[in-house]
């Protein structure tokens, strides 16, 4: 895991994160059992 926010470079400055969006298009529970406590702790 990074310690530090943003990256740098010799040149260049950035921080990359990520955004995620769950759509189940016909409602199952895939979000189970292991998967769902992996998440729940990141």
Known sequence: MAT???KHSNTTVY???FH???CSKYR???LENEI?????EL
């Open 15 to 17: 921080n990359i994160g």
């Open 4 to 6: 530090e926010r943003w």
């Open 20 to 22: 995620l969006i769950w």
């Open 36 to 40: 769902e406590a992996r998440l729940k």
């Open 28 to 30: 199952r529970n895939v």
